[in-house]
C-alpha cells in the first residue's frame, strides 16, 4: 500500500526518513488487533513485534526490563493494550537507546 496523501506526497521516492516513518506505521499495523477503528497491541502483540523486529534490542531487554514492565510503563491510559501513540512512547525510547550507542562509538 502507498502511503496516505495528507502523510506523504506521491512522489516517484520518499525520503529515507519518510520511508522509516512509513515503515514503522505498517509493523505497528502488521501486529495490532483492529475492533472497529482503533487498532492496538495487547501484551502477546508486542512480544511477538518486540521479538520479530527489535530482535537486538528484545535480547536487551532480557537483561534490564521485562515485558511486563515496559508494557505497564508504555500503558499510558491502563487499557491493557498498546495504541499507536503509546507504541511511537515505546519507539522512541529504543531510538533514544540506539542513538546513544551511536554516539558514543
Known sequence: PRPAPYCFSFREELSMLETAMFAICKVFHKYCNVEGNTCKLKKPELKELINNELPQFARQMQD???LD?????VDEDGDLQISFQEFITLFSMVIVTCYKAYVHD
Not at 514492565?69 to 510503563?73: A, G, I, K, S, V
Open 64 to 66: 534490564s526490563w521485562t
Open 69 to 73: 514492565q515496559l508494557f505497564t510503563n
